[in-house]
């Protein structure tokens, strides 16, 4: 072999050698999309699985985007267009896969989603599934009239249609994974019968289904894999429904023994009584509840979660004393449009209305236009100010929804800090929220009614006449 031969047979190693350590390194993991009918909305990124992750995604002007995950521990990922239905499309998304979606906007203001690259078949799957999941059957008009006969038979249709998806799935961990939140879905949905008897006996109807009843019985209040919390809680309104002493006592109190009397499981029954004490905490307004607190002590076998619930509720003794009308609203700081800072306190001299919102909350953007109509009510008016305060995640996402849509009144964001102070000091857990103080700064109402409530104007217009 000449010189020439053995530098080509060099050469043509170092190629190979190179297109396997090419081929061997690991595919960088993203998600591309394409917005039909762009036309300027925004796209916020999320998961559930880490709370602290939301980003909203750089758009260009033909609608694309791309997105690179900053953590590989996250698989179940979720997209939002701002002020569009769904709110949460949901997707599939493991180290080293490659997901495209083509979101389709249309003027109804839905937006539709189809899948295609890696994991599209979990994504399909997913697709079907959330819009089952978010159809709310038992409140679909057509669902009213049927017998639980003929309506279980709708839900056995969804059914075969989510299972024909959930086949194509090749990965096995992942399809027993969505199987069984599948079947939970489905036994939450035909639960959910219980609803249209309800409306039925508050029309005067009083009409029995005996197949609904025999459906509950059927029902496995101890086994997690076929209830979880929210089945468990609709079988036990539905029992409450049929107990004509249901309304003698606090509501707490008797939701804590049915849960006794139904369910055995030690580990299910701590679980279900501490995340509904939690729940009546966080969303208790001033009541007692010390008799619903102390029957959870009794059933609650942990240690550990009841001691959670004790210092739960001894915070929310604290926070509402000083909620209560005529006290100083706890102070906050927050900044406007230019960025310049001032605190709750600064706006004394006048009633306040406050109007706690976000972009992301498509509740909160559907009170914008009666804000509006309040605003151009009071207009003038120097007793009463209107005031807007954000709970973005990002100074950008509020200033170019705000540039998008110019509002005639002050404008303020708070920052995680001081959101977390308003969550804590005046038990905000969900917003909208709208607030009403008094020129000295001291509390009115906590929870005036929505703008979009005609009574809201009237209520004010006699607060602030006093």
């Known amino acids: 072999m000449n010189d020439f031969d053995k530098m080509k047979n060099i050469f043509n190693w170092w190629i190979w050698l190179l297109f396997v350590c090419i081929s061997c390194q690991p595919r960088q993991t993203f998600l591309q999309g394409h917005l039909d009918n762009y036309q300027g909305e925004t796209v916020t990124l999320w998961s559930r699985e880490q709370s602290n992750l939301r980003d909203t995604l750089s758009v260009d002007d033909a609608g694309n985007f791309s997105y690179v995950p900053k953590t590989e521990n996250i698989r179940v990922y979720a997209l939002s267009v701002n002020d569009y239905q769904p709110y949460e499309i949901s997707f599939y998304m493991e180290k080293g896969d490659q997901v495209t979606v083509n979101l389709t906007l249309s003027p109804e203001k839905t937006v539709h989603a189809e899948f295609s690259g890696d994991r599209m078949a979990e994504n399909v799957y997913m697709t079907a599934f959330h819009e089952l999941e978010n159809s709310g059957m038992a409140y679909l008009p057509e669902m009213q009239a049927l017998t639980f006969a003929a309506y279980r038979a709708k839900v056995d249709e969804k059914e075969e249609e989510l299972q024909a998806l959930l086949d194509r799935i090749a990965d096995v961990e992942i399809r027993e994974n969505f199987a069984l939140e599948q079947h939970l879905c489905l036994q939450y949905a035909l639960v959910g019968y219980a609803s249209i008897l309800s409306k039925r006996a508050r029309e005067g109807e009083m009409v029995e289904d005996p197949d609904y009843a025999e ?28 107990d004509s002493t249901y309304a003698s006592e ?20 701590n679980d279900f009584a501490t995340d509904h004490m939690e729940f009546a905490i966080k969303y208790a307004e001033g009541n007692s509840l010390d008799s619903a607190v102390e029957y959870y002590n009794r059933i609650c076998t942990n240690d550990s979660l009841r001691q959670a619930v004790a210092e739960q509720y001894q915070e929310y003794q604290r926070v509402f004393y000083n909620l209560m009308p005529g006290k100083v609203a706890p102070d906050f700081e927050m900044f406007d449009m230019e960025g310049k800072t001032c605190r709750l306190s600064d706006l004394k001299g006048q009633y306040v209305f406050l109007d706690i919102w976000a972009t992301w909350c498509h509740g909160c953007v559907m009170e914008i236009p009666y804000m509006e109509k309040l605003q151009e009510h009071f207009a003038g008016d120097e007793r009463i100010k209107l005031v807007s305060i954000s709970w973005d995640y990002t100074r950008k996402a509020w200033l170019d929804f705000l540039e998008k849509r110019p509002a005639s009144w002050p404008q303020y964001m708070v920052d995680r800090e001081n959101m977390d102070i308003m969550q804590k000091e005046y038990r905000m857990s969900w917003i909208p929220r709208f607030l009403l103080l008094d020129p000295e700064g001291r509390i009115v109402s906590l929870n005036v009614a929505r703008p979009s409530d005609p009574e809201c104007v009237t209520w004010l217009e006699e607060i602030i006449s006093r």
């Open 250 to 269: 606090p509501k707490h109190l008797n939701d804590l023994k049915w849960l006794d009397r139904l369910v055995a499981n030690p580990v299910m029954k």
């Open 215 to 242: 459906f509950v019985k059927t029902l496995d209040l101890n086994n997690p894999k076929e209830c979880d919390k929210y089945i468990v809680w609709q079988v036990i309104e539905w029992y409450q429904s049929q």
